[in-house]
Every structure is written in structure tokens, then in C-alpha cells.
């Protein structure tokens, strides 16, 4: 499977200021300004083998397999290859950050080296940046770009928190910086949160967990949050999320509406 890895870029146009600018022409980057793009996340081995690829086309933009919630069978048939219109984005999800089956690094590692060669695009955790630089480099060998992300189940992070992970994934060379956070009431926190992706020169993605996961992963897209994630087949990968083709109709609904 040839497909061009996924270059990200930030939601304002400053993308030449950012890493990014590192010898990529604009012309290859698929993500434009105030356009986000909807990542359809596999939660099952049926879904990703049972899906129709075009009914997946409709409901996404890129799709993600989580490596962890595959047993090594299932990883074996690489039905992701079925999809092969559609960029594929790979995570394998430390246990802190809401994984399945307690990987430590290297093995993390071992299973995202496996599918390097079917991959547009990489999740790593801000956390696991330390542990993780072996990848990290052979991914910058391939020319392979990552996404650095940060979960927090128990609530919203401060600004300063999401100033900082960002910074140490911009630093070590991510293509963007994810965060997803348990958002139970705190909607008056959408203003804010969507400025700090309108002020990024550097690509952002921001979604809430749980009750109010639907009206933030609409308003952050309107604000320019480049990933936004909604499952595939019948299974969330992460409380509150819409189904993909639910957020992908949600998003396009209010896409005259961008907030700069
Ligand atoms: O990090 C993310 C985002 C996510 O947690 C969500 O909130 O939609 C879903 C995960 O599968 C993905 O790896």
C-alpha cells in the first residue's frame, strides 16, 4: 500500500513557522486552515473487518486502528489494508491513557513497528515521549509524522497544562498535539480551550470525554481542531463520542461557522 503520510497543519495559516515547515511543500499538506478533518476510530476487529470501505470513506476523512484492542491474530490479517482509499493512523494506547492490556513501551513499540510501512500517521503519548525515542527516530528516518497526545479522564486540564504538553511535543518533533479530557459540566471552559487552538501556530486537536463530548468535539471543530474523532462499527473508543458519520454530518452542518 503506497500512501503518503499525513501532514498536519495549523489550524491558522502559520504553518511555516512551525516544524512542519521542514522541507514540506503546502501543496502536501492535506489539512487546511478552519478545515478539520474526522478520524474514524475502529473499537473492534468485526468493525474493521466486517465495515464496507465505502460506507468508511463516507463517514471519514482518516481512520484509526488501536493496536491495543487487537489480539495478535487480528493484528496479523492487517484488515486495515481494506480501507485502502483512506490514510491510516495507528495508536497503541498506554494503560494510563486509557489502554487496553497494560503494554509497557517496548512492546508498544514492537507493535507500531510492525505497521509502519501501512502508516500515514502515529499516536504517540506526551508521556511516552521519554521512553518512546527509538521510535520517534526511526519515524523521522521514514519521514513519518506522528501526533503527541495527552488524555485526562477526570476533568479539564488548565491552559498552562495544555500550554506545556504541546510545547514538549513540538519540541520533540510531533506534527500536532492531541488532548482528550472528561468534560461533565464545565461547558463556560469552550471559550478558552477553543482560543488556545485559534492562537496555535502549531496544529491542534481538542475533545471532551463523557456528557458533554458531542458539544465540544462540533465547537472545537469549529474552532479549528484538526482531529476529530467518532467511531466505527457500534463500539466508542472513548465515552460520548459520536459516531463518525454523526460527527462528520455535525460538523459539516456548522462549517460556515468557523470561530477565528
Ligand atoms: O486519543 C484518542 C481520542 C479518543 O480518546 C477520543 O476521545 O475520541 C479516542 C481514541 O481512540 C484516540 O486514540
Not at 503520510?5 to 486552515?33: K, N
Not at 501501512?118 to 521514514?142: K, N, R, Y
Request: one cysteine or more; proline letters at 7%; hydrophobic letters at 45%.
Amino acid at each position: 500500500m503506497a500512501l503518503q503520510p499525513l501532514y498536519l497543519q495549523p489550524s491558522i495559516d502559520t504553518w511555516q513557522c512551525s516544524e512542519l515547515a521542514r522541507g514540506v511543500e503546502p501543496s502536501r499538506l492535506p489539512l487546511r486552515p478552519h478545515h478539520p478533518l474526522v478520524v474514524g476510530s475502529f473499537g473492534t476487529a468485526d468493525a474493521l473487518e466486517k465495515l464496507a470501505p465505502e460506507r468508511v470513506e463516507a463517514a471519514c476523512d482518516l481512520i484509526e486502528v488501536r493496536l491495543d484492542l487487537l489480539s495478535a491474530d487480528e493484528r496479523r490479517l492487517r484488515n486495515w489494508q481494506r480501507f485502502e482509499k483512506l490514510p491510516v493512523l495507528f495508536t497503541a494506547r498506554r494503560a494510563s491513557e486509557g489502554g487496553s492490556g497494560d503494554l509497557d513501551a517496548r512492546a508498544r513499540m514492537a507493535l507500531l513497528n510492525e505497521i509502519l510501512d501501512d502508516a500515514a500517521l502515529i499516536d504517540i503519548e506526551v508521556a511516552s515521549i521519554p521512553e518512546m525515542g527509538a521510535l520517534i527516530t526511526e519515524l523521522a528516518a521514514h519521514e513519518l509524522p506522528w501526533i503527541a497526545s495527552f488524555h485526562d479522564f477526570h476533568g479539564i486540564p488548565e491552559i498552562a497544562q495544555l500550554h506545556a504538553a504541546k510545547e514538549a511535543a513540538r519540541h520533540a518533533g510531533a506534527a500536532g498535539f492531541k488532548a482528550a479530557f472528561a468534560m461533565d459540566w464545565q461547558l463556560d471552559r469552550l471559550p478558552s480551550l477553543g482560543q488556545f487552538i485559534v492562537g496555535s501556530d502549531f496544529p491542534v486537536a481538542l475533545m471532551g470525554m463523557g456528557p458533554f463530548a458531542p458539544i465540544s468535539r462540533v465547537t472545537f471543530a469549529q474552532f479549528g481542531s484538526v482531529l476529530n474523532y467518532g467511531y466505527l462499527g457500534d463500539t466508542p473508543t472513548a465515552p460520548g463520542q459520536w459516531s463518525a458519520a454523526q460527527l462528520r454530518q455535525a460538523i459539516q452542518s456548522v462549517q460556515s461557522y468557523p470561530v477565528s
